[in-house]
């Protein structure tokens, strides 16, 4: 098993409202305890139901390595889309003799093939409430079953509830009476600090519990954006620790002014007029003020390399 997408942000600054810490201190942990636990992730005020697992059965086939990878992406993408459940269960079928060699032999590689699919497509939510997962192999001469476990750290209900969130904002007349992109991203920037208070616990790692709750840490902050940005319309891609077709990790890191190192962090690139900009809402965040700051607003790669790095 592995996981992927989740940090701790170590990086991020001290935030307001440090009164608050004992009370959100044993919500949070108990939550923490939910969400590491791969096979049991729920949450607050989500009825039982909304967590079912779900099996999705696909006949894997082609005649070349490549074109059963190619079936197994499409597979994988429909589970994506569909996220029934959590966990998710994809029970890979081998359809072919070459989908039976492929099975029999590379079946450890689809874990890490399934966050690179993730990757591919650019669906960055999914691979921030990605949680790993876990496989089983079966199989003979003549028949190879492969069985994922897909462990997500919301439920499809969840993540509704978050994308309805984000379009109610979208929908209000503090969004829609702004004209131009720099208006219109200012006013998700200034909505986004003003609604939400950084987690100090450090356990609230999904836009679920920003909504749910009002605090979350830094991905938590990056999920909520995206949902947003998506819902106005841009193109958004996050950047989280991903995972390629290799296995290998990539962590983003920020410049921390408390402890002066380098730490995990999160944060949103949006496409405005045709270029990518930063755009770091956790660090925007008022900081022992009721201020939203612009300092991390529409910057590109030079001008947030200073204390960012991907």
């Not at 060699?101 to 669906?123: C, E, H, M, V, W």
């Not at 997962?133 to 476990?149: D, F, M, P, R």
Request: with cysteine; proline share 5%; charged share 15%.
């Amino acid at each position: 098993m592995f996981l992927i997408g989740s940090i701790p942000c170590p990086s991020d600054r001290p935030r307001r409202r440090v009164s608050r810490m004992l009370a959100a201190l044993f919500s949070g942990l108990a939550t923490l305890a939910l969400l590491l636990s791969p096979l049991a992730p729920r949450l607050p005020g989500v009825a039982p139901t909304d967590v079912l697992a779900a099996d999705l059965s696909v006949t894997i086939s082609g005649s070349t390595d490549a074109d059963v990878i190619a079936s197994i992406r499409d597979a994988y993408q429909d589970a994506i889309d569909q996220h029934v459940g959590n966990p998710d269960k994809l029970i890979l079928e081998a359809g072919t003799p070459v989908a039976i060699s492929y099975l029999s032999t590379q079946y450890k590689a689809l874990l890490p093939l399934f966050s690179d699919q993730l990757n591919r497509t650019g669906n960055d939510y999914m691979l921030g409430i990605y949680g790993g997962g876990g496989l089983s192999l079966s199989y003979s001469s003549k028949h190879a079953t492969v069985t994922l476990t897909l462990n997500w750290r919301e439920t499809k209900a969840q993540k509704q509830a978050v994308f309805a969130h984000a379009e109610a904002f979208v929908a209000s007349s503090a969004f829609r009476s702004k004209v131009g992109d720099d208006a219109r991203l200012d006013a998700i920037n200034q909505y986004i600090g003003t609604t939400f208070n950084y987690d100090q616990t450090y356990s609230k790692y999904t836009a679920y519990e920003l909504v749910s709750t009002g605090e979350g840490v830094c991905q938590a902050y990056t999920q909520y954006g995206y949902a947003v940005l998506i819902q106005a319309g841009y193109s958004v891609r996050n950047i989280l620790p991903r995972k390629n077709a290799a296995g290998t990790d990539f962590y983003p890191e920020a410049l921390s002014n408390v402890t002066g190192g380098w730490g995990g962090h999160a944060w949103n690139l949006v496409k405005a007029g045709g270029t990518w900009y930063h755009m770091d809402f956790t660090w925007n965040d008022p900081i022992g003020s009721t201020k939203v700051r612009r300092k991390y607003f529409m910057l590109s790669d030079a001008e947030i390399a200073p204390d960012h790095r991907w």
